[in-house]
């Protein structure tokens, strides 16, 4: 009996963390692994608890099932009391059905980063810990027409010493699309990030290479492009990928800045070890890891 409330509170302190996800992604956060059959069971078990409710979408026509906390301050208060999660951990986004999808791919990314790059600040949209994020980066303006980052990344640029007791950080928005947008919309979009917040690079994730490119082209025509905030880091603010379907490892993660191919942990060091007006320039020094991938 020991061990099943244990990997009860683990599968729903995964849920309170996150928010929605699917029961595929909850078998890959999970370590170790729970067999298909174990882990029904434990999501069962929550949710004659009331911790957990449940919907049912079909994607590719195939019936997906998500998860999420069940809403409530008593829930919250139970969950936190459960698995010992502080408020500031806690995600209690409420969620139109419509969303699930990429809210699942949000966790995908999110947890990929927390897990393998310990140092790098993952704030959240809708999360407790959203509130971290420097009020400068962006105006009230900003906010309240909607535009808030799927995620924060916070990359340190110094660590705590004896004259400074806390890390410094730059600060990149990400978004990620599971479904293509119009045109307009995404040079909306780029344009907002590069002219009117005070980020210092954009990670746009598409749900296809075609997306991808086409991002790039609207970025370079509509999109920001003559904005005199970013100068000298035009090509280098914004990095556009496929959004990883699977928890992936971030070392693998190659992203195009204009026609140059880098790997996700260069970008984010050329972020947080650069100007701004030197980026484009240093990025020309990275690898075009391209060339690589075409020789393999």
Not at 1 to 24: C, F, I, T
Not at 94 to 107: A, D, F, I, K, V
């Amino acid at each position: 009996m020991g061990r099943r409330p244990a990997r009860q509170n683990e599968v729903l302190g995964l849920l309170a963390h996150h928010g929605v996800m699917n029961s595929y992604t909850l078998s890959q956060l999970i370590k170790p692994a729970l067999s298909t059959s174990r882990l029904r069971n434990v999501l069962a078990t929550l949710k004659k608890n009331k911790l957990i409710v449940s919907g049912t979408l079909k994607i590719d026509g195939s019936p997906a099932n998500y998860w999420m906390l069940a809403s409530g301050d008593k829930v919250a208060e139970r969950v936190m009391d459960i698995t010992g999660l502080a408020a500031s951990d806690l995600r209690l986004k409420s969620s139109h059905w419509s969303q699930y999808p990429h809210e699942n791919l949000c966790t995908l990314f999110q947890a990929a980063v927390e897990r393998q790059m310990p140092s790098v600040k993952v704030l959240r949209e809708s999360a407790n810990s959203f509130s971290e994020l420097p009020d400068h980066l962006i105006v009230d303006q900003i906010r309240d027409n909607g535009y808030l980052p799927d995620i924060c990344l916070g990359v340190p640029t110094s660590e705590p010493s004896d004259t400074n007791t806390e890390a410094t950080y730059k600060w990149v928005a990400v978004e990620i699309d599971r479904t293509n947008r119009s045109k307009k919309r995404i040079a909306a979009r780029t344009n907002i990030y590069s002219r009117h917040t005070s980020f210092d690079g954009l990670l746009y994730l598409m749900p296809d290479e075609r997306a991808v490119r086409v991002l790039g082209e609207i970025y370079n025509t509509e999109g920001a492009s003559e904005s005199l905030r970013i100068s000298g880091s035009k090509t280098s603010f914004l990095a556009t990928g496929k959004a990883p379907r699977h928890l992936f490892s971030v070392n693998d993660l190659r992203l195009l800045c204009g026609e140059q191919e880098v790997l996700f942990t260069d970008w984010l060091s050329m972020i947080a070890l650069s100007n701004t007006k030197g980026r484009d320039e240093l990025l020309l020094r990275f690898p075009d890891t391209s060339a690589s991938k075409n020789e393999t």
